[in-house]
């Protein structure tokens, strides 16, 4: 079985610092894992993922996240918060095959000025 | 390119009263996921279909939910009677390559 747990549903910011986004997985197979962002009454949209290449993955709005074998992480990071991040972050498992994708509860990320 | 389309957006039922969903994913996608998102959550996979074979609808509760994917392209979720329980938002997607899941706007469930 796998499962994300994605620490804190609420994460406030200010604009132009460090965002933090806490995903950890468990998985009895290589995991294959993804962030994915929500907006108000939208779908949801890839940000990245990690399929067994590079553990230093690159996303889109500058995004990254890093795979940390050793800590079952995959925390999400961007250097410096715009106000147009304010959304719901998901983070997401799968294993080979990719038949399945398991989500997290979400964290919201909140933006202030 | 259109992306994954789902109408309606919004609808309100009374308990016991039938729905359904319709999705329209990306032209040439072979696979079609449907989802369950309940308030706060992250989205719970009810269905998934190739081409117009369920290949997975293990989570899908079929005493009162129903799904078809006629022809392989467009797909709808039924609910049949709806319970208070089923307010949540219905998101379609579907894939090309496996990795990534292109996802609709979702139609939002009110039962009353």
Same mark, same amino acid.
Not at chain 1, 91 to 101: E, M, N, P, R, S
Not at chain 2, 48 to 57: G, L, P, S, T
């Given at each position: 079985a796998q499962s994300v747990t994605q620490l804190g549903s609420h994460v406030s910011v200010s604009e132009g610092a460090l965002v933090l986004l806490r995903c950890n997985y468990?998985?009895?197979?290589?995991?294959?894992?993804f962030w994915y962002v929500q907006y108000?009454?939208?779908?949801?949209?890839?940000?990245l993922k990690y399929t067994s290449a590079a553990t230093l993955v690159k996303g889109i709005n500058g995004f990254?996240?890093?795979f940390k074998k050793s800590e079952t992480s995959f925390h999400l990071t961007?250097?410096?918060?715009?106000?147009?991040?304010?959304?719901e972050y998901f983070c997401a498992v799968t294993g080979i095959g990719f038949q399945k994708l398991v989500f997290g509860t979400g964290t919201r990320l909140l933006v202030s000025p | 390119e259109a992306g994954v389309v789902q109408s309606p957006r919004y609808k309100i039922i009374e308990k016991k009263q039938p729905v359904a969903f319709w999705c329209n994913p990306i $032209?040439?996608?072979n696979t079609l996921y449907w989802y369950l998102q309940n308030l706060g959550q992250g989205p719970e996979l009810l269905i998934r279909y190739e081409n117009e074979e369920a290949v997975d609808d293990s989570q899908l509760p079929k005493d009162r939910f129903s799904a078809e994917r006629l022809k392989?392209?467009? $797909?709808t979720l039924k609910i049949q009677p709806a319970e208070l329980g089923d307010s949540?938002?219905?998101l379609c997607a579907s894939?090309?390559?496996?990795?990534e899941q292109f996802f609709g706007p979702g139609t939002r469930l009110t039962v009353l």
């Amino acid at each position: 079985a796998q499962s994300v747990t994605q620490l804190g549903s609420h994460v406030s910011v200010s604009e132009g610092a460090l965002v933090l986004l806490r995903c950890n997985y468990s998985s009895s197979v290589p995991p294959y894992l993804f962030w994915y962002v929500q907006y108000p009454n939208q779908g949801l949209q890839l940000l990245l993922k990690y399929t067994s290449a590079a553990t230093l993955v690159k996303g889109i709005n500058g995004f990254e996240a890093e795979f940390k074998k050793s800590e079952t992480s995959f925390h999400l990071t961007k250097p410096s918060a715009h106000m147009s991040d304010a959304a719901e972050y998901f983070c997401a498992v799968t294993g080979i095959g990719f038949q399945k994708l398991v989500f997290g509860t979400g964290t919201r990320l909140l933006v202030s000025p | 390119e259109a992306g994954v389309v789902q109408s309606p957006r919004y609808k309100i039922i009374e308990k016991k009263q039938p729905v359904a969903f319709w999705c329209n994913p990306i $032209s040439g996608h072979n696979t079609l996921y449907w989802y369950l998102q309940n308030l706060g959550q992250g989205p719970e996979l009810l269905i998934r279909y190739e081409n117009e074979e369920a290949v997975d609808d293990s989570q899908l509760p079929k005493d009162r939910f129903s799904a078809e994917r006629l022809k392989g392209v467009d $797909s709808t979720l039924k609910i049949q009677p709806a319970e208070l329980g089923d307010s949540a938002v219905y998101l379609c997607a579907s894939s090309l390559v496996e990795d990534e899941q292109f996802f609709g706007p979702g139609t939002r469930l009110t039962v009353l």
